[in-house]
């Protein structure tokens, strides 16, 4: 009806007045759509109207969820979406260093969110290069660093995508974050600041040309483990990579809540995991703080399998390297970072249900990591992360 459109038309000129600016840097804008005239907006409306449908049929599927058109992907075809979004992402076999069976399910809190401390930079945003794999590589490196060592470094996602080429990693183009892991943890990254992101506005990988001084990391090479139990594990030691099903009209207008469904299809995107709550992952996304809940998402934990949108079907992270272990310095370990780095609430600390009850301070009758605050003996800790998690929960390794 001519009501219908009045309406639709309205909410078309906020949508230009708020996102056009970005969509047309980031080349989110139909072809040709620069040149139109005023009264030429047909087709952007009837892909305003598209998405309205999208996201109703996305809020039957996911009720504990909210879906809108209020984000700047709103006047893209479900079709264009996808192909923005599986670019980023390379499909294909690897070889990775996988964890024993019995490594993947000890230690697991009731919650965790490392987003409450101090070693989880803002969200970024990737723009119109297939970087996401860069962005979840770098991402995970720089907080297991800090979380090493109490310093929080902003790294050259730039660098990543332009120099990284070995084993199929390329660019713009798509790649393997757990690729991106082992070349951070060889090569060191030179600081955002000195190297900044350029490709999200260009769409080009760029030339691996820049000399800047390379931060050499705290962290070994990369990791891969799958299913729930593998990744509620290593979240509780640190955030993680993780590919996801995220083509879809689901992710594209995704504004909060929990989903509980996506379509069904492959994994066409990298992002990171950063906690637990036992009904829901917390997934931090590299679209920009202006995309769902802050830049983040939360998928429904709990559902077996791939995980919902795959989130537990490939997991990666760096290896953290103790060799530097924290001195009594690293209390104050950067004018950055003037505290060290509280990963979880005090009330969601990374320690399991006790497995053996102690009954008095010091070791009791625990042999081996012993956390005093909770009187608990930790299954399944190595003396490596007994020494590691020392300097912020006083953990203590007995014989």
Known sequence: SADDRTALEAELTQWKAKYETIAQA?????????????????????????????????????????????????????????????????QGNHTARTLAAEDTAAAQASSVDWTTGSCVPP????????????FSATGVSE???????????????????????????GG????????????????????????????????????????????????????????ESALATALNKQPVSVTVEAGNSVWQNYQGGVVTRCPGAQSDHAVIAVGYDGQSYKVRNSWGAGWGEGGYIRLQQGVGDVGTCNVVNSVSYPQINVNPTPTPTSKNPSPSTPSPPTPKPSTTKPTPKPSTPVPQPGCGNCHGCYYPAGNQCLIGWTPSDCQLYNLYYGTVWCN
């Open 123 to 134: 969200v970024r945003d990737q723009g119109q290069c297939g970087s996401c794999w860069a």
């Open 26 to 90: 980031q080349g989110l804008l139909p072809a040709g759509s620069t040149n139109r005239t005023i009264d030429d907006d047909t087709d952007l409306l009837q892909r305003l109207l598209a998405n309205k449908h999208a996201v109703d049929v996305a809020r039957k599927n996911n009720p504990k969820a909210q879906f809108s058109t209020d984000h700047k992907f709103a006047l893209m075809t479900e079709l264009e979406f996808k192909k923005f979004v599986s670019v980023s992402f390379q």
């Open 172 to 227: 713009c183009n798509g790649g393997f974050p757990w690729y991106a892991i082992d070349y951070v943890a060889t090569n060191g990254l030179c600081l955002d600041s000195d190297w900044p992101y350029s490709s999200g506005t260009s769409g080009q990988t760029g030339s691996c040309s820049k000399s800047c001084t390379k931060k050499q990391l705290s962290i070994g090479q990369s990791v891969q483990v799958s299913g």
């Open 143 to 169: 907080m297991a660093h800090c979380i090493v060592t109490g310093q929080l470094y902003v790294l050259s996602e730039q660098q990543v995508t332009s120099c990284d080429t070995a084993n199929g990693n």
